[in-house]
């Protein structure tokens, strides 16, 4: 999942709109953050298949980054974090969730790669990937409802024109 995560940042917005939607993105997107450092450190591994032109990454190993319990552990430290320095535990709970989304939106698209925990884990994942019109439909499903909560909940706080202009050119 690429785009559909930053929907799950929109559409959080809704149930803490204190959040800036820097720090949305940035927690619904931890895993994806952390992993290339981890690959870099050697801690985690990729190969690249050429034989599969709808994507070429075989995800070896990433229990770090993209474990169900690692991105539970994740979620926690991230929501604490946040409670620790804006004392919001309703915002901090969201942000927990977002950057446990991660790994159920993964779970939709990823082969069969996905670990439930670091080491000897089973491994899970429904292959979306392998279709890739039902991946950009599914990907375009969860943007378009996070972009409709997203678009309830915040109203602008400029002239009608700046806001128009600014998100569109965000989008």
């Keep these: 999942m690429v785009i559909g995560h930053f929907g799950v940042g929109l559409g959080a917005k809704k149930f803490a709109p204190s959040i800036s939607l820097g720090t949305l993105f940035i927690a619904v997107q931890w895993a994806d953050l952390l992993w290339p450092v981890l690959l870099l450190l050697n801690v985690e591994h990729v190969d690249i298949r050429k034989n599969n032109p709808h994507f070429p990454l075989d995800f070896t190993d990433y229990p770090v980054t993209h474990s169900l319990l690692m991105g539970a552990v994740w979620g926690l430290c991230f929501g604490l974090l946040y409670w620790l320095v804006k004392k919001d535990r309703r915002s901090a709970i969201v942000l927990g969730i977002c950057v446990l989304s991660h ?55 400029t002239t009608p024109e700046n806001g128009v202009c600014g998100y569109w050119s965000f989008c």
């Design 103 to 157: 790994w159920v939106l993964d779970l939709i698209v990823h082969a069969p790669d996905l670990p439930l925990f670091p080491g000897n884990s089973p491994k899970v994942g429904l292959g979306l990937w392998d279709y890739p019109v039902l991946t950009w439909l599914a990907e375009g499903l969860f943007f378009i409802i996070g972009l409709m909560l997203y678009l309830k909940t915040t109203r602008q706080k």
